[in-house]
Each structure stands twice: as structure tokens, then as C-alpha cells.
């Protein structure tokens, strides 16, 4: 079974600045999908930005980006230029490839989440 | 995006009756649809999976007879929970995906339906 890990509850970042959230993931899939989703309080799941594994390149969505490091396991997002209406809880996704092979195994797993604060 | 629609956003009701949550997609067909659960400033759990006209795959742990899924059109998913008790209590959230088309097809959420058993 996969597991997603965020190692940070809450992280706070100044208006305006760059902030990374950190995330881990264990698998013995080779291709798979990861995600981002942001959390509003109206708890509606958006998602951020999306990365495909067989990608090396790492995907960027306007001020979201991504490090994506297969070997490591490790899935990061950086937010730039901070703005009040990120404040949110962020949860990190992981979904197999295997789309046919029935069960949980197209679901989402997901992380535990990471509260954003956005300090003005 | 597309669109889901999940209803009713909140409802209250008392231990041991049943209630069913709606789950639609508004302009596109959901061949697959994804029950989720979310405790209080925790993380969502999948529950069960469902495609178009098949019984649901549970996750393991989740009570197949307490929660029941019919996924019986290409628009309309819905979650019945069945002699509900405050442990039931939580934040229940659906996901429709279209057809699969190449390898990479987004799953939508609903706003979420929060429950509580009094």
C-alpha cells in the first residue's frame, strides 16, 4: 500500500514571500501521479498542480511549482509571492497508474495536510 | 473544470435513522466516483469506489452494509448511511472522474457534505 507523508502541520509565511511544504510518499509503483490540493475553510478540495512520474520535468502552475525528486520519493511545493488567499490546508496525493486494476488503486491517498498561515 | 455537485452541504439527524448523500456531475459523464471521509482537521480517507452500473469496491475497514453506494447513471452516485450513530459523525466528500482517456484523467470534487448523528 502506499503511504503520503507531510511532515509539517502548519508552516507561516509573510505576505509576498516563498514558501515550500514538504512531502514524502512511499511506493513500489513505478508510474504514478502526485498532486496538491488546497483546503479552503469553505473545504471545497482544488487542486494546485499536478506531476506525472514518468515526467521528469517538474510542473509549475503560475506561482505554484514543484520539486520532484523520483529517487528520494519526495514531492515538494513552492509557493511564491504569498498571497492572503492562499491560506489554506494543502494535502499532497498520491494515485497509481494502474487505472484498470479495480479496488482503491485509481482513489487518492492522502497526506495529512499542511496549514498554511499568511502573515500580512 | 467540471462540475460536481453534492447535496445536501449539511444535515443533522438522529441515531438510528439512515440518510443518503447525492453526488452529481453536472456536465460531464462520471463513469467512476470516489467516496471520501474527512474526521475534524484531519486527512481525507477513501472509503469506497464506484463505477457506472457495478457494485462499489470498499476500502478496507469500511462497512459495506452501513454504507451503502449505488452508482446506478452516469450523472448520479449516492452514499446512504444506514442506522447512523454519532461515531458516523464526519465530513463526507465525493469525486467524479470522466472516461478514461489516454493515461491522465482529473477527478472533480463535490463541496462536501458535513454529517451529524444526534
Known amino acids: 500500500a502506499q503511504t503520503v507523508t507531510q511532515s509539517q502541520p502548519e508552516m507561516s509565511v509573510q505576505e509576498a514571500e516563498t514558501v515550500t511544504l514538504s512531502c514524502t510518499y512511499d511506493t513500489s509503483e513505478s508510474d504514478y501521479y502526485l498532486f496538491w490540493y488546497k483546503q479552503p475553510p469553505s473545504r471545497q478540495m482544488i487542486l494546485v498542480i499536478r506531476?506525472?512520474?514518468?515526467?521528469?520535468q517538474n510542473a509549475t502552475e503560475n506561482r505554484f511549482s514543484v520539486n520532484f525528486q523520483k529517487a528520494a520519493k519526495s514531492f515538494s511545493l513552492k509557493i511564491s509571492d504569498s498571497q492572503l488567499g492562499d491560506a489554506a490546508m494543502y494535502f499532497c496525493?498520491?494515485?497509481?497508474?494502474?487505472?484498470?486494476?479495480?479496488?482503491?488503486?485509481?482513489?487518492?491517498?492522502f497526506g495529512k495536510g499542511t496549514h498554511l498561515i499568511i502573515q500580512p | 473544470g467540471a462540475v460536481v455537485s453534492q447535496h445536501p452541504s449539511w444535515v443533522i439527524c438522529k441515531s438510528g435513522t439512515s440518510v443518503k448523500i447525492e453526488c452529481r456531475s453536472l456536465?460531464?459523464?462520471?463513469?467512476?466516483m470516489f467516496w471520501y471521509r474527512q474526521f475534524p482537521k484531519q486527512s481525507l480517507m477513501l472509503m469506497a469506489t464506484?463505477?457506472?452500473?457495478?457494485?462499489?469496491?470498499?476500502e478496507q475497514g469500511v462497512e459495506k452494509d452501513k454504507f451503502l453506494i449505488n452508482h446506478a447513471s452516469l450523472t448520479l452516485s449516492t452514499l446512504t448511511v444506514t442506522s447512523a450513530h454519532p461515531e458516523d459523525s464526519s465530513f463526507y466528500i465525493c469525486s467524479a472522474r470522466g472516461p478514461v482517456v489516454g493515461v491522465n484523467t482529473e477527478a472533480f470534487f463535490g463541496q462536501g457534505t458535513r454529517l451529524t448523528v444526534v
Open positions: 496525493a498520491y494515485r497509481s497508474a494502474l487505472m484498470y486494476s479495480g479496488g482503491g488503486a485509481d482513489g487518492l491517498t
Open positions: 456536465d460531464f459523464q462520471a463513469t467512476t
Open positions: 464506484s463505477n457506472e452500473g457495478s457494485k462499489a469496491t470498499y
Open positions: 506531476q506525472e512520474a514518468y515526467k521528469q
